[in-house]
């Protein structure tokens, strides 16, 4: 089972898939507005992230960031998930 080093959280891949990317991030675009979006508040961090994904990637992504750890369970074809010093964030694309 492939599995990815993580802040407060863990990502788990099928072991019949083969993962040549990252398992916590598929989209280099959707890293960059990670990256560009990320501060030390979570929901200033969030709404960031959200309006800038929208903007730059032309859909509507979900968006969880956090001081603590947290738990989730999503199903998408583009995902990221980033942290820095201070929080986690992962966003993904919702379905159409």
């Given at each position: 089972m492939a599995r990815a080093k993580t802040h407060g959280s863990k990502i788990f891949a099928a072991e019949s898939l083969q993962l040549e990317e990252d398992p916590?991030?598929?989209?280099?675009?959707?890293?960059?507005?990670?990256?560009?979006?990320?501060?030390?508040?979570p929901t200033e961090s969030k709404r960031a992230i959200s309006k800038a994904a929208e903007e730059k990637l032309f859909s509507k992504f979900g968006v969880i960031c956090s001081k603590e750890d947290f738990s989730y369970l999503v199903y998408s074809e583009k995902f990221c998930q980033m942290s820095n010093e201070q929080i986690t964030c992962y966003a993904f694309q919702q379905p159409s």
């Open positions: 916590t991030c598929n989209s280099k675009k959707l890293k960059r507005v990670l990256e560009e979006n990320m501060t030390s508040d």
